[in-house]
Each structure stands twice: as structure tokens, then as C-alpha cells.
């Protein structure tokens, strides 16, 4: 038997009938583009909308103080200090102020962005004295520049007779310069500037002497810019009025009772002037029984007390005045169970 | 009592007005150039368009300025002329080799050329400075130079060296500055995203034309005498 009956002819490979079947598709595809295969098609259908921070201004506030626990004291001095409208400069200087002892990678003006996108300041634009600008671009002063140029400039030959000195300003001189070349080299087929005419109200024009011609000089001076101002806003300083750093500490004290006369001891001891340093506060409370088991140090008490605000870094661990009330609030119940023991 | 215009007067502006594009191409601007720029008038109708637009963006930018303007300078600063924040990583280059090289290479002949001039005048390059000497900073530095050499020769009564002096500059700007500004400017257009680096182009474009056609008118005769002289040269080979 020849294998070759087994065969059915129709199964045979025929390569040309697949570029047959290729040259279908492709046609089809032609035909009909939209039936394009995608790969990596998500598998839900989302469409793209920015997204809405539905939180209200002063979640987004405490959420960012709470993002970045380092700086928390910072964010709110620095919402507190915009209680009045403050400069861009204002806030550098306060910013660099309060990072002396509080390092961030973060420049004052990132300080800044992070307090306006949440909500907390806003900026107050200065009034534009210019809101007529826009329509420089448009204004047209046909005949102008030319006009001026040609009456003005004398060539440079005429120029160069006489040779007194000057000390102008660049910008002018350049204009000087310019104006007193174009006559001869190019005024002729100067084009009139299309915003020539714009700032015509601002316009000032000096007379100049080229040889015995007069000729005008035409220019405009920046204007001082009023800087924007910086203030907070009414959840800012609803979120700084209603931190409670006294509460907050009771609450830290009351959570770990264990620890009492060590956070106490801490408070007392940073009570001095400059401060005490970590070395300092090292030798105070290693070496307690108390913080044996579970092993802890003293940086466990610095970092809590801090946070919440009873002790502050200034060259050295010092007591706030939110520590300082805490630790009289302390004594007072102190002496008074004594007296009633 | 009106001031007269005179080539020494014109020399003190050219002198200013190199110096002021120079720094400003040299590296990005501080807070202490921006303060000397807002002292700056700005003239219109000088009769060539690139100048008055590009004084009239540098008045509009520097009228307007906020706080974090400086920010914005900077970092516009690196995105024309270093190409940062670009896809494409391109930028103005501000290399004359880069824009005269057919393969668009720094350190190609422009440079090698421009550094024999530099040389010629009896300048060095700073051992510091590492970017090109073709760089139009550098260019712009050495067109303010030559013109103080103008200046001082024109306070002394030294007529033979200012012109000889004047005539430098006219070929550095033929051969070189005037031979690819435009180019570079038109980059600078296209990639700058502020207003102030747009005047800064177009003011370069329309000085450097300025310069030039004052040169010509001052340096007639002579520009004439040196043509004359080339063309029986090269008749006689």
C-alpha cells in the first residue's frame, strides 16, 4: 500500500493558499479597521478622568501633617505665622528659621506647595497693573518705528565726528547703537514692530544728538512688581487652633503609666537652659530598671515627647512650655496626694 | 540738555549690551543679575524688529515677576541650552561647531578657528573653562573685549588701532557670530519656555545685525581697501 493514499489531498500544505488566506485578511482588515487586534487590553474598560480628592480641605491639611511627622511643628507655625498676609521672602526667612533645628531636604518653596495644595495658604496675586498687556501682541503702530528711525538716525559717519563719553545703561546703549546704525544699514526697510503701539501710554523718549540731528530714543521701564502675599486659609488655621498639645501629651502619659517618672525626669531634667543633649539624656535614664524589660532607650521617650510636642531640639533637647505646664500639672497632683497621704 | 550719540558713546553700548547677552548665556541667571536686569530700560522702535521684540519680552517677563520667577529662569536655563526635561534630548546648543559641523559635533573646526583668533588678539581661555571656546558666551566675551580695546584707543587718540581693533570685530562677526546666530536663535525659540529666554534670542539675533551694519558703515573705507586688495590678489594668481 502506498503511504501516500493515506493522505487525504485536501490536508496537503500549500503554502500559497495560505498567502491566499494572508492577503484575505489583509484585505479584510482594509476593509474594516476598527477590527484591529489589541494586546494588552485591560480587562475592564476605565476611562481616564483626573482624579477627585473628595476630602475636605482640612482632612487634606491634617493628612499631610500626619505624612510627614518630622516637619509637623514646622507646617503648623508656618500656617500660623501666615495669620497675616507674608511675603514670598517672609516665608523663606521663617522657613530656614524653623528648619535651623529640624533638617528637610524640602526648600521653603516646596514648604510652600505642599501647604497650598492641601489647602492650608493661598496666594493672593497683586494686583496687575497691567491688564492691557495681552493685547500688545495685536496692536499695530504702522509707520511708527520707521518713521521715528528715519528722522532720528543720523548715519554712522555723522556719528563718529564727535567723541564725547557716555556711561549708559546696556539697554539703552544698545538702542542707541541700534537706532543710530539702522538708518543707514537697514531703517529703510524696517517693518513697523506689530507691538510697537502697545504700552504707548508707558512709553518714554529721551532726545539724543547725533552730529546736529536730534533723534528720539523710545523705551520702556520695568515697572516694580508688588510681590503676591502669602495667608492662611480658614481651615489652615482651624487645623492650627485646634491642636492641643497639652491634651496631646496627657494622652501619651496616660497611655504608657509604666513609663510616668521617666517622662517626667526627661521633662524636669531639659528644664535648663540650652538644654540637654542626647548623651546627657542617655546617662539619665538607660541605666533604669524600668527600661530593661522590654529593653528601651531614651530615644523612645525624646521621639514620643516630641512629637506631641512637649520637648523641642534648639542645639539641645529643651522642655516646651507644654512640657513645662505638664510636669507643674504633675507636681501639683504629686503634693496634693502627699498631703492627703 | 539732550546727549549727543558718538562712536564712543555707541562703543560704552555695544561694550554694555555684549557684556549683558555674554552673562547671560554663560550660566543661569542669579538673583543678583535679575535685580541689575530690572534696572534696565528697554527700547522700542529701534528700527530692527529682533531687538524691539526681544526688549519688549525681557519688559513684559520682568515687569511680571513672582517668586519663584528665578526657579522658572533656571530651570529654562538647562532645558534650551543643556536639553534637560527634553524627550528628544535637544536643545540650542550653544556651540558654533554644533550648528556649522555637518555631523553637529562641538570641537570641530569653528572652535579650533575661533580660539587662533582669540589667541591672535593675545587672549587665553580660562583653564577653568571647560565647554568649547566656540561657546557664544565666549564669543559674545571676546566681541565686549575688543571693543573696550576700541574704547581705550579711541580715549587715547589712537585712531589706526581703533580701527584695527573695530575690523577684528567686524570679521569675528562675519565669519562667525552672524554665520550662526539665526541658526542658534531659531533653537532657542523653539525650546525656551519662557519669555525671557525668547527676548534673550531674539535680542542676540537683532544686536548681532545691528552690530554688523554699524561696523560696515563705520569701517566703509576699509572694508573697501581689503576688497580691493583681495580682488588684484586674486587677479594676480
Known amino acids: 500500500m502506498d503511504i501516500r493514499d493515506l493522505v487525504a489531498e485536501e490536508d496537503l500544505f500549500d503554502p500559497f493558499e495560505e498567502e491566499e488566506e494572508e492577503e484575505e485578511l489583509a484585505e479584510e482588515g482594509a476593509e474594516d479597521e476598527e477590527e484591529v487586534l489589541v494586546i494588552g487590553k485591560p480587562l475592564e474598560e476605565k476611562p481616564n478622568l483626573p482624579k477627585i480628592d473628595l476630602r475636605t480641605p482640612q482632612e487634606r491639611i491634617n493628612d499631610l501633617i500626619k505624612s510627614m511627622p518630622g516637619q509637623k511643628r514646622v507646617l503648623l507655625r508656618l500656617i500660623d505665622y501666615c495669620r497675616s498676609p507674608r511675603t514670598g521672602e517672609e516665608m523663606d526667612a521663617r522657613t530656614e528659621e524653623l528648619r535651623e533645628y529640624n533638617f528637610s531636604v524640602f526648600s521653603p518653596v516646596v514648604f510652600r506647595e505642599l501647604l497650598e495644595n492641601a489647602g492650608a495658604i493661598e496666594y493672593l496675586e497683586p494686583a496687575d497693573p497691567e491688564a492691557d498687556d495681552a493685547a500688545a501682541g495685536d496692536a499695530a503702530a504702522a509707520g511708527d518705528a520707521a518713521a521715528g528711525d528715519g528722522a532720528a538716525a543720523g548715519d554712522a559717519a555723522a556719528v563718529a565726528d564727535a567723541l564725547p563719553q557716555d556711561g549708559a545703561a546696556a539697554a539703552e546703549n544698545a538702542a542707541t547703537c541700534a537706532a543710530a546704525t539702522s538708518a543707514a544699514a537697514a531703517a529703510a526697510d524696517v517693518q513697523p514692530h506689530d507691538a510697537a503701539a502697545a504700552d504707548e501710554e508707558n512709553v518714554k523718549h529721551e532726545t539724543l544728538m547725533s552730529g546736529d540731528e536730534e533723534m528720539q530714543l523710545d523705551y520702556l521701564e520695568i515697572e516694580e512688581n508688588e510681590p503676591g502675599l502669602w495667608v492662611a486659609t480658614e481651615d489652615g488655621l482651624a487645623v492650627v487652633d485646634a491642636q492641643d498639645d497639652l491634651q496631646q501629651v496627657a494622652e501619651l502619659l496616660d497611655k504608657e503609666p509604666r513609663y510616668l517618672d521617666i517622662y517626667h525626669q526627661i521633662l524636669d531634667y531639659c528644664t535648663i537652659d540650652g538644654g540637654r543633649s542626647a548623651k546627657e539624656l542617655d546617662n539619665l535614664v538607660n541605666d533604669s530598671p524600668l527600661l530593661q524589660a522590654p529593653r528601651r532607650y531614651s530615644g523612645y521617650f525624646i521621639g514620643r515627647l516630641e512629637r506631641e510636642g512637649a520637648i523641642e531640639w534648639a542645639g539641645g533637647w529643651v522642655t516646651t512650655d507644654t512640657g513645662k505646664k505638664i510636669l507643674a500639672t504633675s507636681t501639683e497632683q504629686a503634693a496634693m496626694a502627699a498631703a492627703e497621704a | ?237
Not at chain 2, 71 to 100: C, K, M, W
Not at chain 2, 140 to 145: C, E, G, N, P, S
Request: aromatic residues 10%; proline residues 2%; glycine residues 4%.
Open chain 2, 1 to 237: 540738555m539732550a546727549e549727543n550719540i558718538t562712536i564712543r558713546s555707541i562703543m560704552d553700548g555695544r561694550i554694555a549690551t555684549y557684556r549683558m547677552l555674554s552673562r547671560l548665556y554663560l550660566k543661569e541667571i542669579d538673583r543678583e543679575y535679575l535685580d541689575e536686569m530690572l534696572k534696565m530700560r528697554c527700547p522700542i522702535n529701534t528700527g530692527n524688529i529682533d531687538v524691539d521684540q526681544g526688549y519688549r519680552l525681557f519688559h513684559s517677563y520682568l515687569s511680571k515677576l513672582w517668586e519663584r520667577s528665578l526657579e522658572d529662569l533656571q530651570r529654562d536655563y538647562l532645558t534650551v541650552f543643556i536639553g534637560a526635561n527634553t524627550t528628544g534630548h535637544a536643545a540650542a546648543y550653544p556651540n558654533e561647531s554644533v550648528h556649522t559641523s555637518p555631523d553637529r559635533l562641538v570641537m570641530q573646526d569653528s572652535r579650533d578657528e575661533v580660539l587662533a583668533i582669540y589667541r591672535a588678539a593675545g587672549l587665553s581661555c580660562s583653564d577653568l573653562w571647560n565647554n568649547g571656546e566656540d561657546h557664544i558666551a565666549l564669543e559674545l566675551d571676546f566681541m565686549k573685549i575688543m571693543a573696550e580695546h576700541t574704547a581705550a584707543a579711541l580715549d587715547a587718540g589712537e585712531t589706526e588701532k581703533a580701527t584695527a581693533t573695530l575690523m577684528t570685530q567686524y570679521h569675528f562677526l562675519v565669519d562667525h557670530l552672524c554665520s550662526w546666530v539665526p541658526m542658534l536663535v531659531d533653537d532657542i525659540l523653539k525650546f525656551a519656555q519662557t519669555d525671557f529666554y525668547r527676548a534673550l534670542g531674539h535680542l542676540t539675533k537683532g544686536f548681532v545685525e545691528e552690530d554688523r551694519a554699524f561696523l560696515e558703515e563705520v569701517l566703509a573705507e576699509e572694508i573697501d581697501r581689503e576688497k580691493g586688495m583681495a580682488d588684484r590678489e586674486s587677479a594676480y594668481v
